[in-house]
């Protein structure tokens, strides 16, 4: 069971997904279950090699790579949205388990809040 | 170099209801630069009509990893986007 | 190095630029708060400066930095009594402020 976090909205575009990111922390600071979804746009913050010193902001993918190590227990991605936006396991960051269906990975965890 | 009739400046990811718009209102002798969440769209399997020029602003392909994938875009840096600003005849900021 | 010519630091005495710190930085800002620094610091120091590296953050609270110590160098050194002897006060925030790093988001 545990809170689930859903990530839909593209990496760098606005605040709402580091903010997201940041009550996952704190959640799993706290123990308390806490794992992320991404779909949508989203599944674009677990694109490898991110090379961010252009645009100014710190890279989701590493700042994402600390979430394991703080505790969070699980990051999913969509399979439907990583298919279509060529995502395939070699081009994503390790750990992140694929989900068929995100309705499923919902029903699974006893809260569910989207980011933003 | 060419002169473009219309620039078309799209910063939305292909969610957005408006990059769908965008992609429909382009005509060929059109350009479309894709700028921050817009650049994603070069990782879809997004078509585009015959007859129009397609750029990427750099620095937002490289931060969201897909610059490798820009096979049918020009990448350019600030300047050229000032540049191809400058070079259309009118711009459309969607 | 004297005190003078440290650079620039912000209002709580953290590096605005975490590519300026230098071993001693490090001590001037650790004497700050009478803390000399052992082996047991410079690891800690060090650990964090990594840390950052790969993950562009410093751990953003008190329980992610000794949860993130801990999973690098086990239960001896990752737990709160232990960093607390190390970084008097509030261990990520002081720690942080000597290693050159961001001060963490989420500690008051």
Known sequence: MGTLIVIDQPPYGTWAGREALDMAFSLAAFDQPVALLFTGAGVNWLRKSQETTGIGQKSVEKNLSAALIFGVEALYADATACARYGLVPDNMVTGVAMAESSAEVMRQHSHTAFAG | MTEIDTLHILNKAPEHPRSAECLRAIEPGDALLLIESAVLTLATCSELRAGITLYALAPDALARGIAQNAVKASLVDFPAMVELTAQAQKVISW | ?108
Request: proline share 7%; hydrophobic share 35%; with cysteine.
């Open chain 3, 1 to 108: 190095m004297t005190k003078a010519n440290t650079p620039e630091r912000n209002n709580e005495g953290f590096l605005e630029n975490s590519s300026d710190w230098s071993p001693e930085i490090a001590a001037i800002i650790a004497a700050e708060d009478q803390i000399g620094l052992s082996e047991k610091h410079w690891e800690i120091i060090g650990f964090l400066r990594e840390f950052y590296k790969e993950h562009e953050m410093s751990p953003p609270s008190n329980r992610l930095f000794v949860r993130s110590v801990k999973e690098a160098l086990g239960e001896d050194k990752g737990n709160s009594i232990y960093l607390m002897q190390l970084f008097p006060g509030t261990p990520a925030k002081t720690a942080c402020r000597i290693a050159g790093l961001p001060r963490p988001t989420n500690c008051l």
